[in-house]
């Protein structure tokens, strides 16, 4: 790891489902780490960082509080037909949590990996 690298972190429930779900949903391959409590995907320049609860992530806080997955802050993954991805997750039984939105910007779904994390598919406007 270089030290301007940016990596983003997801806790998620079982670190092996959350493998499969990124690598064969969405295209992302595995790093160099695939330890059972911890992994590291990669998608471009993105490196997204897998802790299950028995990583050092997941460790409680001072107060008691235990790191979980969810929420609302997402990563987000431009795609080039919006409907056509949509309709492919959807027929491998992929949830989400919202229908297509379109905006100024483009359109946007939020998808929902298996530890209930979002990410957001966007097609930009042409």
């Known amino acids: 790891m270089k030290t301007d690298e940016v990596n983003v972190r997801y806790m998620v429930e079982d670190v092996e489902t959350a493998i499969e779900f990124y690598t064969k949903s969405l295209g992302f391959k595995l790093g160099t780490n695939s330890a059972p409590v911890f992994a590291d995907v990669t998608k471009g320049n993105l490196r997204l960082l897998l802790s299950g609860r028995k990583s050092s992530a997941g460790r409680p806080m001072p107060d008691g ?60 406007k042409r």
């Open 65 to 124: 509080t235990l790191p979980t997955p969810g929420g609302w802050n997402r990563i987000e993954l431009v795609v080039d037909d919006l409907s056509s991805k949509v309709e492919k997750l959807r027929s491998k039984g992929l949830l989400f949590r919202n229908n297509i939105v379109i905006g100024p910007g483009g359109s946007q779904i939020l998808l929902i990996d298996p530890s209930g994390n979002f990410i957001e598919l966007f097609e930009p």
